[in-house]
């Protein structure tokens, strides 16, 4: 009986359709955020390291690096992603699709990756760094061995910001043919009009977020108790 009432209520629901799509977003999630943290943890270092009374001072790197970050981070992402299209064909041959929005999703989330990274490493206690300094550590002993183990959990913290907000990112996608659950809530949800297949991608995202966010406080937890 209550598989007959399911049956009528989800009418439009394809359900290998809706398990094809949900792995295309984790596929989208889990290289967006691997490459926006192996981008955005050296990007958020040399913006820390080059500030003002800092190991390797720069103002005028810092000041280039940092209008950089705020320009990408200033362009809506629907915008990236038009943008992106003909240097992601010429990079992957295609611009459509869970690998072509691959891309435009690093460009659109690095960027505000690498600003958590760096307001995490200024709350580093100076006197650590002055410390280590006065003990003759190098700048990559001084970066190894304190600045990276002590902002490590909020390291983690960030990437499952960066993450949920990835799953944003990865729902816009679907506008511009980019797969996954969210170009079927627009293709079929909102083209369509057909409501169960929106409300059903609407509950799987909130369960990937909130998957996400567990995820990520768990493993903090963890880590802040060693």
Known sequence: MSLAIMNDLFTNIDWSEISDASVDTMFMLGFSVLFSTLIGIPVGLILFLTGKDN?????YIHNILSFIINVLRSIPFIILLIMMIP???MLLGTSLGAKGTIPPLVMGAFPFFA???ENALKEIDRGILSM???CGATTWQIIWHILLPEVLP?????ITVTAIAL???TAMAGAVGGGGLGDLAIRYGYQRFQTDVMLVTVVLMIILVQ???MLGDFIVKIMRKK
């Not at 190991?55 to 103002?59: A, G, R, T, V, Y």
């Not at 909020?154 to 960030?158: E, K, L, T």
């Open 55 to 59: 190991l390797l001072e720069n103002k």
């Open 132 to 134: 280590a300094e006065s």
């Open 154 to 158: 909020a390291i983690i913290a960030s």
């Open 211 to 213: 998957a996400i966010q």
């Open 115 to 117: 600003r958590l990274v």
């Open 87 to 89: 240097l992601t064909s």
């Open 167 to 169: 799953v944003s990112y």
